[in-house]
């Protein structure tokens, strides 16, 4: 018989998993001849700014114009869909960042719009071939909103690199998508 001594494990602690704009690396990329739609929600207007400005900032570092951005805004993020598929099927774009902010509440309100809105984007860009970049928090609470939307943590850095990047993707395999 084998006999073991049961003694308590002790508890393993790892460091919350950073998710940001500094966490995806980036290659230096040209998108000076790219038109991006950026489409924001009102609602939580303070993050949805700080996002967009780091969507833009991003976007001026691939090089974009401010000539080739195209911005829309629409009353919550459930709108955000039906936006981005009428900029999709205007032709006027290459790639869309859709700006959203889901605070969750004490209703199940939060996971509809949620769930929507996340397959909403999604199905956009899969029938339109049109990247379409899900640019939406969705979150337990405006605390880590903030952190998300300020300073070096602000996700819109990566979003509009993400943009760009997709729309180059998108040019390079499917060269002639315009004619």
């Known amino acids: ?69 195209y911005e829309t805004e629409v009353p919550g993020a459930y709108e955000l869909p039906l936006a981005a598929q009428y900029l999709a099927d205007s032709g006027k774009v290459d790639t869309i960042v859709c700006v959203g902010c889901l605070i969750k509440g004490d209703t199940e309100h939060f996971h509809y719009i949620s769930d929507a809105v996340s397959n909403g984007i999604m199905n956009v860009g899969i029938q339109t071939s049109i990247p379409v970049i899900f640019g939406v928090l969705t979150v337990n609470n405006e605390e880590q909103a903030n952190v998300r939307a300020f300073g070096e943590n602000n996700h819109g850095l990566s979003w509009g690199k993400t943009a760009v990047e997709m729309a180059l993707m998108r040019e390079s395999l499917m060269p002639h998508h315009d004619e």
Do not use: Y
Request: proline share 4%; with cysteine; net charge positive.
């Open 1 to 69: 018989i084998l006999a073991f001594k049961v003694s308590r494990l002790p508890s393993l602690r790892f460091p919350p998993a950073k998710m940001g704009a500094m966490d995806i690396q980036f290659k230096k990329i040209d998108g000076s001849k790219c038109r991006v739609g950026i489409i924001s929600s009102r609602w939580n207007s303070a993050i949805i700014n700080s996002l967009k400005s780091g969507v833009k900032t991003s976007l001026a570092e691939c090089g974009v114009s401010d000539q080739n951005v």
